[in-house]
């Protein structure tokens, strides 16, 4: 082995054992001869690790099973990674702790009154190497005198690294560069479950409740915890669950996260030191006001750490119970004649849309943003760095709400200013930067969502989007990543979200094709992660009049080509046609089946705001024939 002062133990040589799980009690081979040593199982071994020490007070053995041993003998001459992890430790040269002036007798009566109001025995505190000293003070009122101190040794390997001294009137002191290390740290070699504690009585009041377990902290709350990262491959290497049986004022909940953050949630359980309705500081307050059983109660009933992104029924329970009694919600229509059986709108839903040039994307995106918004008060957060400059924009948007263009030539002054005040708050835009990155866009949509009232967020187009990934970052896995996270912010801020995003270059070989989800550029994430997906393309409705006579008009079509959930919609297609007076989609009647003709509905200019400029009822022909 590397180190001479283990203890090679030979299980099958071992007599009058006692085996309790994984563990092994038997007399220690060191120290088990000595006189009151006799008869005592003091000894314990992990027979999962091979690794374990004497519990006596008087006794440093740490051991090792023989199988073990030759284990790592073997391991050694492969050169194997595992013997070189176990001697990477820095040999680093620190002072070195003058145990002469610790006494480690019995303690003095002022020592002892200590230690029983603490409620802690002096065989525990002995048992755990408490010495007691005499050194001076550096506190105000008694600076420069000898004052008595207990003497918390630091051992590593059988050898006293530092040690921290506590007067009794709870002045601290450290040796000065000593190696920092966590206090009783050869208790956790062997154990398959470890007591973490901020403070060395503490760990005694816990080691008084029976517990051997236990190591603390060094520094208490302002531990830096890579004081652990030495020890994790060796002594802690075996440990499978860590109970962090820290304080419970405002700087030990900060050290619990920081240490749940370093070890991970799944490894540590939390101690919290409440009992019988009443909450304490820490683990020594539990033992003098309640006694071993609260603290042992608090041990036992240590909580898991709460998990991210782990959810049971009880969870969505209410909701659950919703749609029993009242079924699926069906989601908002928004009164264009012919497409309300395609899709509904609901909120916490991702819609990409996609289509040519000229096809009317940002246009009907527009017409669906007004409408909810009039209909039923879904603010909106708009990011259209091509709707520039931002007042062209708005006048589009009064321009729908109005039915008139937004000019003083069409529209009167009192319409003008009612449907400028309803805008005000109701529909905001995000501005274009230097670093149009998906995170600064839901920032800033995140506090109008939380600020604001939003229920719609709206990205047009995606290809203004600033694209971050790590060197060598293939880009459709970034586009894949940034469409998760526009799908995670609509289900985690329960807002709609919705992108329109450019196809892809389509071949020029002289074939028409039909245009998909499939070909928005640079991933098929667009199309997976949508819960409703619609294209839109131009192109010619015809009709005949009463006398026969032929009409064409160019129509934009919506074409549904993606949809989750039943109740929101189905997949198909529908035209409509657009005023460019007002810049509203008008829907359209089917006047044949064979063959296929639709007539567009008549247009209106109806200012979908009353007098007093709150929203109505939009109007619409005769409700949707499906």
């Given amino acids: ?24 009690r038997f007399s220690c081979p060191v120290c088990g001869h000595k006189d009151g040593h006799k008869g005592r199982r003091d000894a314990c071994i992990n027979l999962k690790t091979g690794f374990g020490h004497c519990f006596s007070g008087s006794c440093d053995a740490i051991f090792i099973t023989q199988d073990k041993h030759n284990e790592l003998e073997k391991a050694r001459r492969e050169n194997r ?31 002892m009154s200590y230690l029983k109001a603490r409620c802690i025995s002096a065989e525990t505190a002995h048992n755990a ?44 002191q450290f040796e000065a560069d000593c190696k920092v290390l966590p206090w009783n740290i050869t208790a956790a070699l062997g154990a398959d479950t470890l007591i973490v504690t901020e403070g060395m009585m503490d760990a005694l009041a816990l080691m008084e409740c029976g517990y051997q377990n236990v190591i603390s902290v060094p520094n208490g709350a302002g531990t830096n915890l890579s004081v652990f990262d030495e020890y994790l491959d060796f ?69 898991d750490v709460p998990m991210d992104g782990i959810a049971c029924l009880s969870d969505c329970e209410a909701q659950l119970d919703d749609f029993y009694q009242n079924g699926l919600p069906q989601g908002k229509t928004i009164n264009i004649y012919g497409l309300d059986h395609l899709m509904h709108f609901e909120l916490g839903r991702f819609i990409p849309f996609t289509g040519l040039p000229g096809s009317g994307k940002s246009t009907f995106v527009d017409n669906i943003v007004v409408r ?44 003008y200013e009612r449907a400028k005040r309803y805008l005000e708050d109701r529909i905001i835009h995000i501005e274009s930067g230097n670093r149009n990155t998906i995170w600064n866009i839901l920032r800033r949509a995140r506090y109008l969502v939380r600020n604001k009232g939003v229920k719609q967020v709206v990205i047009d187009p995606f290809n203004y ?59 098929m994430a667009f199309y997976n992660q949508a819960d409703i997906g619609v294209v839109l393309y131009s192109d010619e409705i015809t009709w005949t009049d009463r006398n026969r006579s032929m009409h064409s008009m160019r129509a934009t079509w919506v074409d549904v080509q993606k949809m989750r959930w039943k109740e929101l919609g189905q997949l198909g297609k529908r035209p409509i046609v657009l005023c460019t007076k007002n810049n509203r989609f008008y829907g359209c009647t089917e006047v044949s089946h064979d063959p296929l003709m639709y007539k567009p509905l008549e247009f209106d200019e109806f200012d979908w705001l009353s007098a007093d400029g709150e929203q109505t009822e939009i109007p619409w022909h005769n409700g949707d024939p499906f």
């Fill in 1 to 24: 082995m590397a180190n001479d002062k283990w203890t090679i133990v030979d299980l099958k040589a071992v007599k009058d054992t006692r085996t309790y799980g994984n563990y092994m």
């Fill in 465 to 523: 989007i600033l694209l971050e990934g790590h060197k060598g970052e293939i880009e459709s896995t970034i586009i894949s990543q940034v469409v998760q996270q526009c799908v995670n912010f609509a289900h985690d801020e329960h807002v709609l979200v919705m992108l329109v995003a450019h196809p892809k270059k389509l071949s020029n070989d002289g074939v028409q094709k039909k245009l998909t989800l499939a070909d928005i550029y640079g991933s």
């Fill in 81 to 111: 990674e595992e013997w070189r992890r176990l001697n990477a430790r820095k040999r680093v040269y620190y002072h070195q702790v003058d145990t002469s002036k610790i006494c480690m007798g019995d303690y003095p009566m002022a020592v």
């Fill in 129 to 172: 190497h408490v010495g007691y000293c005499t050194r001076k003070s550096k506190e105000k009122a008694t600076e420069g005198q000898e004052v008595l101190f207990l003497a918390f040794q630091f051992i590593e390997e059988g050898e006293v690294k530092n040690c921290q001294y506590k007067s009794l009137n709870k002045e601290f």
């Fill in 372 to 415: 909810l918004c009039c209909q039923y008060d879904w603010r909106a957060a708009v990011f259209s760095p091509e709707k520039w400059p931002m007042a062209r924009h708005y006048s589009e948007y009064i321009s729908l709400i109005t039915g008139k263009s937004a000019f003083e030539s069409t529209l009167r002054k009192p319409s």
């Fill in 235 to 303: 002594e802690m290497k075996g440990v499978e669950t860590i109970l962090f049986a820290g304080d419970m004022d405002k700087a030990g909940i900060k050290l619990r996260e920081e240490f749940v953050r370093k070890f991970g949630q799944y490894q540590v359980k939390i101690v919290e030191w409440i009992y019988d309705g009443q909450t304490l500081k820490d683990a020594n307050d539990m033992l003098i006001q309640h006694g071993k059983e609260a603290v042992t109660w608090c041990i036992e009933h240590a909580n």
